[in-house]
T-cell receptor, first 112, second 113 residues
Framework: KQEVTQIPAALSVPEGENLVLNCSFTDSAIYNLQWFRQDPGKGLTSLLLIQSSQREQTSGRLNASLDKSSGRSTLYIAASQPGDSATYLCAVLSGSARQLTFGSGTQLTVLP | NAGVTQTPKFQVLKTGQSMTLQCAQDMNHEYMSWYRQDPGMGLRLIHYSVGAGITDQGEVPNGYNVSRSTTEDFPLRLLSAAPSQTSVYFC????????????FGQGTRLTVV
């Protein structure tokens, strides 16, 4: 059974800092990995999608990497801003059901 | 561009009552799914559908029923609500059997008393 772990569970940083969120998964037979953002009381917003054949994806200040063989992904956020405060979720797509398996998330607070 | 629309946003049910959570998408996505989100448990897959007329069970299907009569709609039915079904429910859709970006609705917060 696929399991996804995110470290740290919570992170508080001052504005302007660069930061890294970590995600690990147990079964490397994945189709893709997706990073989402969730604001309190809201739905999930897709940030980046990395196909299993890719090593990284970039969007603005966000960069996500994937090392499928070691079962790891990182989300790098450059020059963090208070508006980046949210919970960041990592999910891997795997199995015959094409199921997204989610981590429990990293709750990020960027202090002004 | 509405994306994925869920209704209602909030609902309180009494134990034993039934109800249907609605989900509609306007992106012509073939793949739709329902998740529940509980504290400390993350999001877990309830049911999914790879196209109209085709549904299958996910990780936690007990107590829920789904159907997919059209590409656009994927309702989730609670047959006899139980307090253990208190949760936030999310509907998601994507193109190409989930292998592309997933779009989520805003969620339905359900409380069963």
């Amino acid at each position: 059974k696929q399991e996804v772990t995110q470290i740290p569970a919570a992170l508080s940083v001052p504005e302007g800092e660069n930061l890294v969120l970590n995600c690990s998964f147990t079964d490397s037979a994945i189709y893709n990995l997706q990073w989402f953002r969730q604001d309190p009381g809201k739905g999930l917003t897709s940030l980046l999608l990395i196909q299993s054949s890719q090593r990284e994806q970039t969007s603005g200040r966000l960069n996500a990497s994937l090392d499928k063989s070691s079962g790891r992904s990182t989300l790098y956020i450059a020059a963090s801003q208070p508006g980046d405060s949210a919970t960041y979720l990592c999910a891997v797509l795997s199995g015959s059901a094409r199921q997204l398996t989610f981590g429990s998330g990293t709750q990020l607070t960027v202090l002004p | 561009n509405a994306g994925v629309t869920q209704t209602p946003k909030f609902q309180v049910l009494k134990t034993g009552q039934s109800m249907t959570l609605q989900c509609a998408q306007d992106m012509n996505h073939e793949y739709m799914s329902w998740y529940r989100q509980d504290p400390g448990m993350g999001l877990r897959l309830i049911h999914y559908s790879v196209g109209a007329g085709i549904t299958d069970q996910g990780e936690v299907p007990n107590g829920y029923n789904v159907s997919r009569s059209t590409t656009e709609d994927f309702p989730l039915r609670l047959l006899s609500a139980a307090p253990s079904q208190t949760s936030v429910y999310f509907c998601a859709s994507s193109y190409n059997q989930g292998q592309t970006e997933a779009f989520f609705g805003q969620g339905t917060r359900l409380t069963v008393v």
